[in-house]
């Protein structure tokens, strides 16, 4: 996609976001890679829901701000799944209502956070893990993704929320949505007995998907 192409998609993606409630007010951001090297990011501070395309700032490939507005102050957890984990196209950082409830919640697993309930999480999420908290803005964070060397797609913040990469911005954008989604189905099962996936039926998944 040319740039042009990335900065409408982003927008439109991100309205669709905000719309059905996966951010709210200025909550959330997203990167993309771009074709010859750089990012664009969604610029700080701004709405997801009121995006102007031409105002998306724009990295060069060693991440120094070349153009549009000052990106989001959360670029180093964009910068750390880019460096850590190899064919990330796309990362989208939300505030979505279950994943983040899942994020706070002291009997939640770090290490799965998200059971394996569904085929479609499996597919597109793989393993959710969970990162110590830190102030929004401290770039501590990005090195607590890094030491997860590359392992996971998707993590949860702890009292904070999710981060999902993925191989471009619709497969990032649809596993943020598969994760809050699935996060909603295991508060709605909660004190309910219920099946999970087994351990082979996980392993035919990720070998037939190649996660």
């Given amino acids: 996609m040319s740039q042009a192409e990335l900065r409408a998609q982003i927008v439109e993606l991100s309205r669709s976001l905000f719309e059905r409630g996966y951010s709210v007010g200025s909550s959330g951001n997203i990167s993309v890679a771009v074709e010859g090297g750089g990012f664009l990011v969604t610029p700080t501070n701004s709405c997801l829901g009121r995006l102007d395309a031409d105002a998306i700032s724009l990295l ?7 153009g549009g507005d000052a990106p989001s102050k959360e670029v180093f957890l964009h910068r750390a799944f880019y460096e850590s984990r190899p064919g990330t196209g796309a990362v989208v950082h939300l505030h979505s209502t279950y994943a983040t ?7 939640t697993d770090p290490a799965n956070c998200i059971p394996p309930i569904t085929p479609y999480v499996v597919m597109r999420v793989g393993t959710v893990r969970m990162v110590d908290y830190a102030m929004p803005g401290d770039p501590v964070t990005g090195d607590l993704i890094r030491g997860l060397d590359g392992q996971a797609a998707a993590v949860l913040l702890a009292n904070h929320g999710p981060v999902v990469a993925g191989a471009n911005l619709t497969a990032a954008v649809y596993a943020a949505e598969e994760l809050e989604e699935t996060a909603k189905l295991v508060f709605l099962m909660r004190g309910l007995a ?18």
């Fill in 194 to 211: 219920s099946r999970q996936l087994t351990a082979e039926q996980v392993a035919a998944l990720n070998a037939r998907f190649k996660r």
């Fill in 60 to 66: 060069d490939a060693d991440w120094h701000h070349i």
């Fill in 101 to 107: 409830a899942l994020s706070c919640l002291s009997d």
